[in-house]
DNA sequence: TCTTGACCTTACAGTGACTGGAAGCCTTAT
DNA sequence: ATAAGGCTTCCAGTCACTGTAAGGTCAAGA
């Protein structure tokens, strides 16, 4: 396969795909005319990290998934920890945008929005938030 | 006021304003020494961009809220629109992260976790998801 | 006066994970 | 023969900083 057929399959974009190989997530073999030339192997770990990254998993991340996963003695207890941690790492994300979204939004609440210069919004952002 | 002054002040690190600085979003005068003199104007608008990027607001959003705030004669749609579009990118994200959240969370209650190789995460992601 | 240490300056490189673009080779179809 | 499309490498850019090196400035103490 070239690489335009293992980016179809995947679904990661061909530019991806050089990255990883640069990375050494993937090491494709290359054909005589030096275009890569992909094994199925290939194209499984690919989707695999596509799948990995989708979960949000960092490259290295997904490199010691990788790892795990060929490695036919690896401890279930370690891929776990590493997901345990990323969802808590996910968890914080969202208290994160939670946290700005109840502010904004009651900044924008507040906020009439017409063509008058008096806004909540800007006052909100000028002034220290009422920390209680 | 040196920039360290402004640093704890306004809570960003010295090398944050500097760079705020490299790109135009504040315009210190500088003392006789070199070193950046901040008029207390300055530091609000520091304190400002702070908590405009604590809201998760990019730059170049800092950028025009700072324009509107110093233009007497905005309309605060215009600020509305700004805050109610990056509300939507906020619920985008967490709804992003909520789709990973859920998934990674069912695959982690599925793994035991122990000793032995097999597991559902990395089973959950050598293959295609159930899409339904 | 000298020194120490804290503060300030610039400039350049690195982060994460790509993405875009230029310049050029290879393949396939007409 | 030529044109289109796919492939190659390499370099630069993204975003918002952050780290580091090499050096200038200032206030306090011996």
């Given at each position: 396969?070239?690489?335009?057929?293992?980016?179809?399959?995947?679904?990661?974009?061909?530019?991806?795909?050089?990255?990883?190989?640069?990375?050494?997530?993937?090491?494709?073999?290359?054909?005589?005319?030096?275009?890569?030339?992909?094994?199925?192997?290939?194209?499984?770990?690919?989707?695999?990290?596509?799948?990995?990254?989708?979960?949000?998993?960092?490259?290295?991340?997904?490199?010691?998934?990788?790892?795990?996963?060929?490695?036919?003695?690896?401890?279930?207890?370690?891929?776990?920890?590493?997901?345990?941690?990323?969802?808590?790492?996910?968890e914080d994300k969202i208290a994160q945008l939670r946290e700005m979204q109840a502010t904004l939004q009651v900044l924008?609440?507040?906020?009439?929005?017409?063509?008058?210069p008096d806004c909540p919004i800007l006052a909100g952002l000028?002034?220290?938030?009422?920390?209680?």
């Amino acid at each position: 396969m070239n690489i335009g057929d293992v980016a179809a399959r995947s679904g990661l974009p061909a530019k991806t795909i050089r990255y990883y190989e640069d990375i050494g997530l993937v090491t494709p073999k290359r054909s005589e005319n030096g275009y890569r030339a992909f094994a199925e192997a290939d194209l499984h770990k690919l989707a695999f990290l596509a799948r990995a990254r989708a979960l949000g998993f960092s490259i290295e991340d997904c490199r010691a998934l990788l790892g795990l996963y060929e490695d036919d003695a690896r401890a279930s207890a370690d891929v776990r920890k590493l997901a345990v941690s990323h969802l808590a790492e996910i968890e914080d994300k969202i208290a994160q945008l939670r946290e700005m979204q109840a502010t904004l939004q009651v900044l924008v609440d507040a906020c009439h929005g017409d063509n008058r210069p008096d806004c909540p919004i800007l006052a909100g952002l000028s002034t220290t938030p009422r920390g209680g």
